[in-house]
């Protein structure tokens, strides 16, 4: 397809990570390559977000997800970016109402990779196991009660390097984003099915002021339906929860091409506690991962409940 070319450059606003300017230049390729436009037609707008600027203390405790996107929002706003490319595992739930979600690039190896030993039972005992994420801290303390987690932050190339050094035996890293940095021999993946991944871990998203129409037509073109509905389904289970970054959650979807289906595990942050359930159904259907929730939730006990503000 061929469309005319922007009156001017679009302005597409992302991290300054080096994950997220390769992601910004898959979103910027295939918006290209869907329109036959050249390079140029989409300009890449760098930022500093708050969560790359303050790398001492958890995430959780400084303010959130919203640290990731904070900067960017104000732009859309602003109108100093058209859209913003973000991972939207690292997206909140709730976003500003005039933004929309127009397009989700098809999802990426959704598992999570071991780096350090071979597999988790391989893990020698009383190892510590580097990671700021409550979801890998809680399924590693469920399988591997006899480890100790350390708060493990900054970048994928920092934390590689904090292994290096020795501050921690072992890490896990999405496989979604080493292969986008080229760091494909590394570590060992998990079985998603034994391993449950973050919701919409290795999926990109692309986000744009919904009155914007031209945007949303152009975004249509590279939107992946079947990446969609599962971004869209895993971020209603985490709204219904009542998930934040304190909580662990870990979800994995599953398609026959028409049924979705997704198995969910909430966790108590030392992963003493688990609780899985799973709901089959339309790909649109908005109300069953709220249904979905709400089971695990009522099944949940208090040492998980705490965490999570779903009823
Ligand atoms: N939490 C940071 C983050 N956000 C997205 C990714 C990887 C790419 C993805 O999952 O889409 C990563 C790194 C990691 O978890 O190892």
Redesign the pocket.
């Known amino acids: 397809m061929t469309s005319p070319l922007p009156e001017r450059p679009l302005k597409l606003g992302t991290r300054r990570s080096p994950?997220a300017m390769a992601?910004a230049c898959e979103a910027r390729a295939r918006l290209c390559n869907a329109h036959g436009w050249p390079e140029s037609a989409v300009e890449l707008v760098p930022v500093t977000a708050s969560g790359d600027r303050i790398q001492d203390r958890p995430?959780a405790d400084i303010g959130g997800k919203a640290l990731?996107t904070k900067e960017l929002d104000a732009w859309l706003i602003s109108g100093e970016i058209d859209f913003a490319v973000h991972?939207?595992?690292?997206v909140e739930t709730v976003r500003p109402e005039q933004f929309i979600i127009a397009a989700v690039l098809p999802r990426?190896d959704?598992r999570?990779?071991l780096v350090g030993a071979a597999s988790i039972h391989a893990i020698p005992p009383g190892a510590r196991v580097g990671t700021s994420?409550p979801r890998r801290a809680a399924l590693m303390l469920h399988a591997r009660p006899d480890l100790t987690i350390v708060g493990f932050r900054g970048?994928?190339a920092t934390?590689l390097a904090k292994l290096q050094t020795g501050e921690a035996d072992v890490t896990?890293?999405?496989?979604?984003?080493?292969e986008?940095l080229g760091e494909t021999g590394v570590g060992h993946p998990l079985s998603e099915h034994e391993w449950l991944?973050?919701p919409?871990?290795?999926?990109?998203g692309i986000e744009c002021l919904s009155s914007r129409d031209d945007l949303r037509h152009w975004l249509s073109a590279i939107d992946d339906t079947p990446s969609h509905d599962a971004i869209r389904a895993e971020r209603a289970l985490l709204l219904a929860l009542g998930g934040n970054c304190h909580s662990p959650i870990a979800v994995l979807t599953t398609t026959d091409g028409t049924t979705l289906t997704l198995r969910a595990a909430i966790y108590s942050p030392d992963g003493a506690e688990r609780v899985e359930d799973s709901e089959s159904f339309a790909p649109r259907n908005a109300d069953a991962p709220a249904r979905l929730a709400h089971r695990l939730l009522e099944a949940a006990p208090e040492a998980i409940r705490v965490h999570f503000s779903g009823t």
């Open positions: 994950l992601q995430l990731w991972s939207m595992k690292d990426a959704v999570d990779v994420a970048n994928v934390r896990l890293l999405a496989a979604a984003g080493l986008r991944p973050a919409a871990q290795g999926a990109i």
